[in-house]
């Protein structure tokens, strides 16, 4: 069946410090979502990506989607601490079940 | 704005009990989605419903069932509880874009 891997598990960053984590699928995706997961709280939508190839901004945050939609990226430049959280990738495959990825808990030290 | 609402937040039970968790959607969207997370897990999906009828079902034990009734709430039934079932239950609904995530049920078992 379709499997998300995500990377890193963890990261821990100083403040002002970029961050970067990644998703690849087994299979072609038709579309992939990203959530934030406060600690104790509930998986937040962030965006979805459709394109190939497509790249989305929002402030300090960018996702990409890689060309062959299997792969795709969230990149936050110079943290703050309130992006602490974990950040899930979710991919939707043909057959429309949305599998999410094991997450990457991001930690920063002021 | 309206959000996805679960109640209890809080539920604590013995082995071998059952349990009730309710979910009612965003008014007007269409798809109503279970999950189960774990402690520093992603969110595992159970079941879901299209416009009251199961729509897919993922890793959900013959000993949950759920449904979503004529007014689109739903309720996800877990009998013989055992210890393995202590998790955060999220329940999220839909309907085009990402899936709008309650703040989750808390089961304990004991």
């Known amino acids: 069946g379709q499997q998300v891997m995500q990377i890193p598990q963890y990261q821990h960053v100083q403040e002002g410090e970029d961050f970067t984590t990644y998703c690849n699928s087994s299979t072609t995706l038709s579309n992939i979502q990203w959530y934030k997961q406060r600690p104790g709280g509930h998986p937040v939508f962030l965006i979805q990506l459709v394109k190939s190839g497509e790249v989305k901004k929002q402030k300090r945050l960018t996702f990409q989607f890689g060309e062959a939609k299997k792969n795709s990226s969230l990149h936050i430049t110079a943290t703050q601490t309130t992006d602490v959280g974990t950040y899930f990738c979710?991919?939707?495959?043909?057959?429309?079940?949305?599998?999410f990825g094991k997450g990457t808990l991001l930690t920063v030290n002021p | 704005a309206a959000g996805v609402i679960q109640s209890p937040r809080h539920l604590i039970k013995e082995k071998r009990e059952t349990a009730t968790l309710k979910c009612y959607p965003i008014p007007r969207h269409d798809t109503v989605y279970w999950y189960q997370q774990g402690p520093g897990q992603d969110p595992q999906f159970l079941i879901s419903?299209?416009?009251?009828?199961?729509?897919d079902k993922g890793s959900i034990p013959d000993r949950f069932s759920a449904q979503q009734f004529s007014d689109y709430h739903s309720e996800l039934n877990m009998s013989s509880l055992e210890l393995g079932d202590s998790a955060l239950y999220f329940c999220a609904s839909s309907y085009t874009h990402g899936y709008t995530f309650g703040s989750g049920t808390r089961l304990t078992v004991v």
């Open positions: 979710a991919g939707r495959g043909s057959n429309y079940k949305l599998t």
């Open positions: 419903f299209y416009e009251k009828m199961q729509s």
